[in-house]
């Protein structure tokens, strides 16, 4: 199994950028395919952006197509998001997960995930 950690959420301005990481640990990192969702404050978890093992095909809400960038750095077991542009309706917790197949937009079909990391965004 892998073990996820995020880093690099916090406050930002609208318009801002912020780059989140998620370092995994345990598992082979390459093996995952990796997606990044949030969670804003009383609504659902909604499916933000996934990157398949090589990192070479990405896949996007339509919420983040042109504004966010997920990438991956396999030597460094490491899972980015790129977010530019922020507003207001990105503030929420964003996590990393591992799942096994590509491109998945459910939360069900990923088997590990970080704890998280929030983004506050004011206007």
Known sequence: QVQLVESGGGLAQAGDFLRLSCAASGD????????????APGKEREFVAAIDR?????????????????????????????????????????????GASNGNRWATEYAYWGQGTQVTVSS
């Open 54 to 98: 090589a990192g070479t095909v990405t896949y996007y809400a339509d919420s983040a197509k042109g504004r966010f960038t997920i990438s991956r750095d396999n030597h460094k077991a490491t899972l980015y998001l790129q977010m530019t542009g922020l507003n207001f309706e990105d503030t929420a917790q964003y996590c990393c997960a591992a």
């Open 28 to 39: 082979i990192f390459s093996g995952y395919a990796m997606a990044w969702f949030r969670q």
